[in-house]
Every structure is written in C-alpha cells, then in structure tokens.
C-alpha cells in the first residue's frame, strides 16, 4: 500500500511539540519532511545540552531529515527560498511576525512559489487583541481556561499534566495542511492555512461550558468528577493498589453498577432513580461507590466491571503506560535502536489505513542529528557542491 502523503515534501521550520508532532504524522505517512534548525539546533535539544538529543526530540523526529541554516545571513535566506521552491508545504509555529521580520511571511513565499501550502500555528493567532501575547502550553492552557477548570475547588488552578494546547493544535495543523493539500488538487492554488492553540483548546470545555450557559453559573474545578457536574457516578475510586476511573454513561450503566456491587436497593432508592437525582448526590454516590472498590485490586475490578459492560479504566502510572500491552500491539510503543541513545523507545503513527490490499505499514525511522541531512538536501536537492557547502559552514550560514 502506498504511503497517502508520498510526493509531497514538508519544508519544516516547526519547534518543540506544537509544529514537529503535525510534521510527524505527515513524515509517518509518506511525506519528505525536511526539518530546518537553526545551526545549533531547535529548542528543545537543549534540554539535553550534551547529546542534543532529549528524548522528547527523540519522539517527536521520527522519519524526517535535518538540515541546518542561519536564517539571519542573506545566503542562509537564499538556500531557504530554494527550498520553499522545491516544496508543497511550509510549516511554523514561530510567534507571530517573526517569519515576515525574517522576509518568509505568506506573501514573499507565494511569490516564490504560487502552489505552496503556507501552515502557521502561533498561541493566539494573527488577528484579536492576544496576537502580541507571547505563547507556551502552559500559558495557553491558563488563559483558554484549562487551569481554571483543572484540579480540586478547594486548591489552586493546575494546569493539564499532559502539553495539551501544543498537541491539540498540532493535531489540527496536520487536518488543515492536508484539507488545503486536496484543495490544490481540485483548484491548482496554494494557499495559507492558520490555527491559534487558544482557538484549537476551546472546544475541549464543551461539558465545562454547557453547565456555564444552561445554569448561568461558573462551576468550581471539579477535580476527576464531571466538568459540568452533571453525570454521577462519575470519579476516581479508591482501590487496594491504586485508582479506579468510573463512569456511568447511559442510565443503563447505574442498575449494572449496582447488581455488580450487589446493592440491588440502590437501584430503586429515589435518590439514585435517574441520572440528574444522582448528580444532586453526587457525594453520596461516590462515597457508597468509593466504599464498595477500595475492596479490590484494580486488576480485579477492570475484569469485574468490564465484564458487567461498565466504562472503567485504572489510573495506570506512568511507567505502566511506558510499557503498556495496548499501546504495543496497537505499534504505538515502538523500540529501535538509535545511532546517539542505543535501544529507545519512541512513538508510533496513530492514523492507521486500511485497504483491500492490506493495512499500510509504516517503518519508523530514529531521529536525526543536527543537521545530518544537509549535504544530501543541499547538494542532491538543490544541486550545491560540495566546495561551497564548505564555504557557507565556514561562513556560518550551515
């Protein structure tokens, strides 16, 4: 099966998580990405300052190639320019103004090549009266509303353990490059596809915001209940080894809940009949839920409750989930050996294909060193000698 973005080329100027994860899943499927780095790589091989090679940037670089540039010397913005000429998408998430500062905004890069796919995502966007605001996840998340959302009432906001702002426009970045890749196809033009993190996270307060506007009020942080405080049982539950997340769903979900903790009273107690009257009590419900799985292991409940047909999880910790059974048969842990950090383990492709000829296979591929692929990118690519890749590293332009 032929990998779905083979053809296209990804000239990739994207940094940390936000950019590089939308890159990811085109270089997964099939696309040449060309990751451009300033001479000392981007930022977050600093986090290792010995190996440039953290392992966050060991994730997230799977499949693409590195090159180097110094976009401040003027041969450096000429080397970029025959690039953007040679390619169908050019991708950033620098704050915004600094590609136009650096002569590569929508406009020069059109003219340079009519058929570009220009992908920018900054943390506000270009327009409103945040554009200037500087933007990491951490302080999207605090002004989207997601620190305020997240953690107990009677604590301060936190903020979402997981770079949730980066990822969910990442994610988004990947759908418009590739919707604006089928507009070409259909119409021949180019064009600039933009998404905010702000704008990209809002959607995700859908329950947060639906208690806001159908009861006028703000609900308080809620902790692992429900954001709009309107599903009961609903929680994290006690067990002899850890946590349990239960959620009932539908109203059938509270008689299996019951008839599996042998509380068949709790069925027909008036306080529990619908699904509103147990969110008016929801500390009852979970205290009497609570009391019932602190019995069991959460081995022994997940088999119990699933079982039953009850949505559960246990609140795995994070070295479980580093060596989670799903994950691996779903080939989203994948190991291979990498040439600066010996045997890691990095993330595989979550968009799986599948045809009458077979699922798509995708080879993962270590990350690359700083600019290990300029020579190949800048001499068979753009057809540079050798003599003067020579002269541009001793110039500092690579």
């Known amino acids: 099966m032929q990998q779905p973005l083979a053809g296209y080329r990804v000239i990739d100027l994207g940094q940390i998580y936000n950019g590089p994860y939308c890159s990811l899943l085109m270089a997964f499927l099939g696309a040449e990405v060309i990751k451009v780095e300033p001479l000392q790589g981007e930022t977050v091989r600093h986090r290792d300052p010995v190996s440039l090679m953290p392992h966050p940037y060991i994730m997230l670089n799977s499949n693409k190639k590195s090159v180097t540039l110094n976009l401040k010397h003027p041969q450096g913005k000429a080397l970029l ?220 409940l997940t088999d119990l409750l699933t079982k039953a047909g009850m949505p559960c999880g246990p609140v795995l910790t994070l070295d479980e989930v580093a060596d989670d059974p799903n994950l691996k048969h779903r080939q989203m842990i994948v190991e291979l050996d990498h040439p600066a950090k010996g045997r890691v383990k990095v993330v595989g492709c979550p968009l799986k294909f599948f045809t009458t000829d077979g699922a798509l296979t995708i080879d993962v591929l270590p990350a690359p060193s700083v600019g290990q692929h300029s020579e190949e990118v800048y001499t068979s690519l753009l057809g540079h000698t050798s003599a003067e890749l020579e002269r541009w590293h001793s110039e500092g332009v690579i």
């Not at 600094?98 to 590569?104: A, D, H, I, K, N």
């Not at 959302?149 to 770079?163: D, L, R, W």
Request: net charge neutral.
């Open 81 to 300: 320019r025959e690039l953007v000429v040679q390619g169908d998408v050019v991708l950033e998430n620098f704050a915004v103004g600094v590609m136009e500062r650096l002569g590569f905004g929508y406009e020069a890069l059109k003219a340079i090549n009519p058929k570009i796919i220009y992908a920018s995502s900054s943390g506000y966007g270009r327009g409103g009266p945040y554009a200037h605001y500087s933007a990491m996840d951490l302080t999207v998340q605090a002004v989207a509303g997601v620190m305020a959302i997240t953690g107990f009432p009677e604590n301060p906001p936190v903020k979402a353990g997981p770079a949730v702002s980066d990822f969910i426009a990442g994610i988004h970045l990947y759908a418009a490059i590739v919707t604006a890749l089928l507009r070409r196809e259909r119409t021949g033009e180019g064009c600039m596809v933009e998404v905010a993190m702000h704008d990209a996270i809002y959607p995700s307060l859908a329950s947060n915001l639906g208690a806001y506007y159908d009861k006028g009020t703000v609900v308080p942080r809620t902790a692992n209940r429900h954001g709009g405080l309107a599903i009961a049982p609903y929680n994290t539950y006690p067990t002899s080894d850890g946590w349990m997340a239960i959620f009932c769903a539908a109203e059938s979900h509270w008689p299996l809940l019951c008839a599996v903790m042998e509380r068949p009273e709790l069925r027909d107690d008036p306080r529990f009949a619908t699904n509103t009257l147990r969110a008016r009590h929801m500390a009852e419900v979970d205290a009497l839920v609570g009391a019932w799985t602190r019995q069991f292991t959460r081995a022994a």
